[in-house]
């Protein structure tokens, strides 16, 4: 039987195959060839006795790490203003993963109800300037879920973002129940407590929604340094008006990319985080040779 893998604990894996879900366990040929099965592959499994063998793993078209998910489709980069404070660095990270990934990318900034929106008209700017869709949430009281609600059908959603800012507590409001527990801001450290221990698919409108870990770091340094530029969509309608073939838009002559940063048309902080994110990937890989 072919099925979705929903949840996994523990060395058990809990496959969906219609409307029934077989706990399984996967065979040993996978730890010999260095894969583990993860939640949202597609698998066909073996049962007997109401007891479930994974015996093969389809094909992926793409992964995730922290938090551990195949084959999404669309990713909420939710995230805060204030409480905790907004960590731009952070945000971009997600969005370069999102990109990279493939992903379709919404960027939910919740707690709208603790800020002025005219305080951080600069923030605002520059992820418009991306291209992602934006919206404004007071996830608590519901504000703003309604416009997400229609976004879920025929897809993997993922929820990405720093701890504290309210993924479980979207999810909550999304589907009408408490499906993972909701944390408190740590007073001391100034971000949320790490609440959601594994990742899980849950069933809505034809697809998937995964709750996700919070998250403290973000690591990118797998991406090859001539992919980069990919991750920026606001690059795209430049990359073809550079000087030479294989520009990386750093220290090139002749640079479209540059150019239009000097024009205004593509935000400077979102250039100079590029610049930064591409001088670690050419640094690593000069230190790994």
Do not use: W
């Amino acid at each position: 039987m072919e099925g979705t893998i929903i949840k996994g604990i523990g060395g058990f894996y809990y496959v969906k195959v219609d409307k029934n879900v077989y706990e399984c366990k996967a065979r040993g040929k996978f730890r010999y060839n260095e894969l583990t099965p993860m939640v949202g592959d597609n698998v066909d499994i073996s049962v007997k006795s109401g007891k479930g063998v994974i015996e093969s793993i389809h094909r992926r078209i793409n992964e995730l790490t922290r938090p551990t998910v195949a084959n999404v489709t669309q990713a909420f980069v939710v995230f805060t203003l204030v409480n905790p404070e907004v960590n731009m660095d952070l945000i971009n990270k997600f969005l370069i993963l999102c990109s990279y990934n493939n992903l379709k990318i919404v960027i939910c900034i919740n707690k709208m109800d603790l800020v002025e929106l005219k305080d951080y008209e600069n923030i605002i700017q520059l992820l418009k300037g991306t291209g992602y869709e934006i919206v404004f949430l007071k996830a608590k009281e519901g504000d703003g879920v309604d416009s997400l609600r229609h976004k879920l059908g025929d897809n993997i959603t993922v929820f990405c973002g720093p701890s504290g800012v309210g993924k479980s507590t979207l999810l909550n409001k999304l589907i009408g129940s408490d499906v993972m527990k909701t944390g408190v801001i740590s007073e001391k450290l100034g971000r949320g407590k790490h609440t959601t221990r594994h990742s899980e698919l849950v069933d809505y409108e034809n697809g998937y929604i995964v709750d996700t870990p919070g998250f403290s770091s973000l690591e990118i340094d797998f991406i090859p340094k001539d992919e980069l530029q990919y991750c920026f969509p606001e690059f795209e309608e430049y990359l073809n008006g550079c000087k030479f073939a294989g520009c990386l838009h750093y220290k090139e002559p002749g640079c479209s990319i540059k150019n239009a940063v000097e024009e205004n048309h593509i935000n400077k902080e979102r250039y100079d985080f590029y610049v930064k994110t591409l001088e670690e990937l050419i640094n690593r890989r000069i230190r790994y040779d």
